[in-house]
């Protein structure tokens, strides 16, 4: 017999997936090992010149490892490459069922700026930190009650705009919200 | 007199401030001219997704009452809260400032911002900084200030001030912001699209934030306890702000500090969901600044340190919670939904329906408790429909803030011999006499209404006379394209009393009533009023009229205060024996059923009876559903639509307040099971809402309101296969009829014919 235990964290996946989609991000689930996440992260971001990379905190550095290695991948970059970079990856703490949204610390290291500035983000997220509503991120009970002492930003999908007229999504952040939940 | 000037001539900052109503009257003609589509689509796409959003909250009520609750706690315990939050702020290493009025905390901000050098700042969304107009001082100083939100941006290539406290830009269509741009910038470029408008903006935004020395935010909520500020957007300037430069100065009113950080999350999902209709905007940050990463260093420019300063802003708030009506507004979030969900909000916007900062229904609060009492004259464009009341996050009762300015408003203005002598003979409260004319006229309608149905043949043979309508154009500002409604030979108490031996009441196991015998329907439509005793009748109700006796709607909305109470207290004093031997009480008009539900909380101080009456008033049709759902009454064997003469093809309007007491899905209810087809509308109200459309100076605006509801209505037919108009209230018949000029049906008119 399944027991909510088990069950519960999957559905969350599900609806986790169903929610960023219909807030116009692309979402994916890939299994949780290096070569896996390389070709999801390297697939998305196509032929760039250059990847910003702000490295983990939560998850560990091998996961990203062959990733990494890539030789397009820049974890210190200087301003320019900041400006003129296509793609950021980066890791989310923690996910929200309901609204489909990646938390996302800026206060870790480069976090905040290369979540922001590139036109593609590739947010990476940990199946299990998934938590069902947006509030639970207040909570000291879940994910360690990381959202009550983290500087942190709710994502949900790319960057939008209706000043000026119809839905326009890409403004100042990226025109493109990418998640892949490793599992 | 002065000149009309076309309002296409008008420029949104001439009309900023409304303290004279000249301005508010240019305001409305300029609006419904050129920015009226915009506002409309808009406002009502907000709307509409709001509904679905806070359907999807599953304790969307409980959410509601903790928002209120926290920010009751919060603004009671402000001093503390602020000392407290002071210490946070500092202790993360930030700036405190807590600036009295609005030139100290512009003052603060130019000081710290020349100390540090800073050419150009670049700012996310903030209203509290339009309130104090801080661009002004920035610019004045030398500093150039990048407005990045792209509606600010609009507003600041416009020169224009918000018309919406959270999209300041709404009454822009995508055309308009064309025009706007090829006139003031010189560009080739193709900006016939929201991709290239928003494209070309960000582009020249970008350069702009990289550039930039320091960056000024808002913020939604502030944290007391962690100095932890919440910050929701879409766009991604606000990010930017706060995370490209070195030094971030966030300004906010005071109003805006709650106790914990833990707190945030009951208004993370409740403020998107009641603003945009969206789960969460793209981005919300929750911050508690300086940052530790590095910030943004432009190529060639060397790493800042990070530094912070928060500004709060007093600036009239503390008098504000001293003021037990103007309190209120400082629980607002600054949601909107009480302007998307407002009938004149979404047709005018708030450069008519708002002052120079401030729009909406609570915008006049905040007008007045930040500025001036007269800059809050817009307010008179709140017809207390109470469409808001039940959007409000924080239960923010806002047509009794509106009542309550537009009572200071009429006691501010000098009083003369003809107004003290016209409210004595009519009726007005001492307090209220210095109310204009035509607030005391609506506001004593009931004393009009008991003589022109004392002398009928008379009265009705002067309202036709195109001479008394011009008369009362002149003296009350009716206007004289509407027409009053005719006083009836007999009123309704009348009628009744002659009817009586014809109709007696069964003898059931169902409730007894006692039927109200409301003023409206009393001198207006009596045969309605008799209509809904047969019908109730039918259903097995014994049923009793009660004398008719004013209840406080006419003088309440008109802001005659005192008046409302008088009459309340009178009305209370009669019905308590029919309450008190157990009667449910019954209201055919819905405004008046709404004072018992909400208004007259305000106008009593016995609340347990209050409480009392609120439960057990209903409108007629919800008792007609309770005998079918719970006496077993059938209803297509008692009302069936087989017998009525016209089309069974129905179009239902239901009326503003009969929808915020929720006493209106019934009617629909009780329409079909007895075999009709009905189609109903979905406007927030047909824009007369009482007194309202009557007014020579609104008259323009509520048939605007009302293009709506009549568009529905055509669209519902567009078969070209008529549909019979059924509506509620006695203003909405008023206002269909002048727009369609189709006859209109109530409800309990149209069981009573079909009836076996």
Known sequence: ?183 | MATTVNPVDIQPRQVANKSEKRALLDAIRMTLKIQSPAVRHNTQTFNRNRYVAVAKLADYDQLKDRARQIKEQAIADSPRLLKQLEESVVRNGGHFYLAPTAEDANAYIRRVLVEHSVKLVVKGKSITSEETRLNHTLEGAGIKVAETDLAEFILQVADEQPSHIIAPALHYSRERITALFKRKFDTDLPLDTGEELTKFAREKLREQFIEADAGISGANLIAADSGSIMLVESEGNIRMTTTLPPLHIAIAGIEKVIPSREQFGTFLELLPASATGQPLTSYVSILHPPLKSPPFAAPGKQEQPREFHLVLLDNGRSRMREDPVLREALYCIRCSACLNSCANFETVGGHAFGGETYSGGIGGSWEAGTGKLMNARFAELCTACSRCVNQCPVRIDIPWLNENLRQRMNHAQPTSFARSLFGELTGSAPADTSAPLQKQFFGNYHTFAKWGTTTAGLSNSSLDSPLIASAMEKVFGVDHRRELPKFPEKSWVDLHREEHRNGTSPSTHLPKLALFADVFTNFGYPERGMAAIRVLRKCGYDVELTPSLADGRAPLSQGMIDTARQQATAMLRMLRPYVESGRLLVVVEPSVLAMFRFDLRHLMEDQTFFAKLRDISFEPMQLVWKASQEFGLDLSATFPAERWHHDPRLFYHSHCQQRTCNAASETIDVLRACGFDVVTSSVECCGMAGSFGYKADYYELSMAVGEDLFSQVRAAEEENQPRILVASGISCHEQIWAGLKRPVHHPVEVLDQIAI
Do not use: W
């Open chain 1, 1 to 183: 017999m399944a027991s909510p235990a088990i069950d519960a964290p999957s559905m969350l996946l599900e609806q986790f997936v169903t929610a960023a989609r219909n807030a116009a991000a692309t979402a994916e689930v890939v299994d949780r090992n290096p070569q896996a996440l390389a070709d999801a992260i390297l697939a998305k971001a196509g032929d760039a010149h250059c990847i910003l990379f702000a490295p983990p905190q939560v998850m560990p550095a091998e996961l990203f490892a062959q990733f990494a290695a890539d030789p397009r991948v820049i974890t210190q970059p200087d301003s320019e490459q900041m400006v003129h970079s296509a793609v950021g990856v980066i890791e989310a703490f923690g996910g929200v069922a309901r609204t489909g949204s990646v938390c996302v610390d800026v206060n870790y290291q480069r976090t905040g700026v290369v979540s922001l500035i590139t036109p593609l983000c590739i947010a990476v997220l940990a199946s299990e930190n998934i938590v069902p509503q947006p509030r639970d991120l207040f909570r000291q009970d879940l994910l360690h009650g990381a959202g009550l002492t983290r500087d942190f930003v709710f994502i949900t999908g790319p960057s939008a705009t209706a000043d000026m007229g119809p839905l326009v999504r890409g403004v100042h952040g990226p025109h493109r919200q990418h998640i892949i939940v490793v599992r």
